[in-house]
């Protein structure tokens, strides 16, 4: 039974599960353009930064992993509160100035539980309330949405601290816009989960029949934010290093460009097929990083590199674009309803990870090496690894080896020839046709 089916308004129900998704994941980006100025702060080491902005990770792969699928059990409105309550709490801990240090982990971990409780059960929320006659509708906005929120999110931060001078402020005004989107969310009339069992944390299954396309899309979307993440560790740093003083705004605005592009491109990727979108993608993110490796040729001068990161911004965000909504678009078209939340989650992770973990490496290889050189290495490993993948999601559709019977079609034409490619004696041109056609036939 659909949400629809009880009477839901299908638009509203997309509302509302965008609204989740561009507001959990603003929150959840807030910090970026202001961990600078919390090192200032604060006086904290460069190792502690760098446990700071993986504490989010850290925290929301083990919620994908085993909250993610609560709301194929508990319901989406439930999961959705849940989450929602987490981030509130979490935003909160940046928005008032008296648990220091400690506050900022513990903000970044509760904004980690409230992603991982939710993100499966808006996406889910989404694609259900999509049209029978636009059925890609509910999964394209969740990625735009869930996108748009992760670039707005430090755009608005940075301009909002740097405006008023405040810290603290923009967290302030996030809070208001978590309490009305919870608001939304129990007002919703959503159907009741098939399932009717206790829910338990459990590790998200996929079925077997989806786990190539899983793995597929995975993989993809794990390079994908991969990218991102390399991006993120990186921006900052360098615009504060191109201008002549330190400005939130700016380095928000850095941070998010990348992000706008991506949700951007979304906009236009429903015309392609999800594997050709995801291809098409990955190509677009091996030159964005050959690009982002070029443009720390520092002998060149400041103009070059920003030019060179400028170019490599738009052309990741758009390979970034492609390849996301090429993954989510296939597994929402695969996955049976009642097991969608929890499949989505489990996608989420790799996402996740891919997001998180180049980040990290970043910051524990520049504890003993310059930061230009750990982004160098990494960005390196992760454009290896994205041309050995590249092929792949081609290969698994059509694939490697010949069937059975165009290898017996061979066979008998080379038998047809003498070792040395003349026609053997016996077999003219006809003869070698005809024997194919026959064994064709």
Request: glycine share 10%; hydrophobic share 55%.
């Amino acid at each position: 039974m659909t949400a629809r089916a009880v009477g839901v308004a299908a638009p509203y129900q997309l509302f509302v599960g965008a609204a989740v998704l561009f507001t959990l994941a603003a929150a959840a980006n807030m910090a970026s353009p202001l961990y600078t100025t919390y090192q200032r702060m604060y006086d904290m080491s460069d190792p502690s930064m760098t446990i700071l902005y993986a504490a989010f990770a850290c925290t929301a792969l083990p919620a994908l992993l085993f909250l993610g699928s609560s709301a194929d059990v508990l319901g989406r409105r439930p999961a959705l509160l849940v989450g929602l309550g987490c981030a509130i709490v979490g935003t909160g801990l940046f928005a008032v100035d008296f648990a220091a240090v400690p506050g900022l982990f513990l903000g970044r971990i509760m904004l980690g539980v409230g992603l991982g409780f939710a993100t499966g059960a808006g996406i889910a929320l989404m694609v259900e309330a999509s049209p029978a006659r636009w059925p890609s509708l509910g999964s394209t906005v969740a990625t735009i949405a869930f996108v748009l929120g992760t670039g707005v999110g430090p755009i608005v931060a940075g301009t909002v601290a740097e405006v008023s001078g405040d810290v603290w402020m923009p967290f302030a005004g996030m809070l208001a816009v978590l309490t009305a989107t919870t608001v939304a969310v129990a007002l919703l009339r959503v159907h009741r989960p098939v399932t009717r069992q206790r829910w338990r944390p459990t590790w998200p299954s996929v079925p077997h029949r989806l786990r190539v396309s899983f793995s597929v899309a995975a993989v993809t979307g794990f390079l994908g934010w991969a990218a991102i993440g390399v991006f993120l560790a990186l921006l900052p740093p360098v615009a504060e290093s191109l201008l002549s003083k330190s400005n939130m705004a700016m380095t928000g605005a850095v941070v998010g460009s990348v992000l706008v592009v991506s949700a951007l491109t979304q906009v236009v990727a429903p015309i392609l097929d999800t594997r050709a979108a995801q291809t098409i993608g990955l190509t677009f993110l091996g030159l964005g990083t050959a690009l982002l490796v070029s443009s720390n040729i520092t002998t060149l001068g400041g103009s070059f590199t920003l030019a060179m990161m400028v170019m490599a911004a738009i052309v990741t965000g758009a390979g970034h674009g492609l390849s996301y909504w090429g993954a989510n678009r296939e597994m929402d078209i695969l996955t049976p309803p009642t097991q969608r939340a929890g499949v989505t989650a489990a996608l989420y992770l790799a996402f996740y990870a891919g997001a998180g973990v180049p980040a990290v490496v970043v910051g524990a290889l520049s504890m003993g090496s310059s930061l230009v050189n750990a982004i160098i290495v990494v960005s390196l490993v992760l454009l290896l690894c994205t041309i050995a993948f590249l092929p792949i999601p081609s290969l698994t559709l059509t694939g490697v080896r010949k069937a059975r019977a165009d290898r017996v079609i061979d066979a008998r034409v080379l038998e047809a020839f003498d070792v040395d490619g003349d026609r053997s004696p016996t077999t003219d041109g006809a003869g070698v046709h005809a024997g194919v056609s026959e064994t064709a036939r």
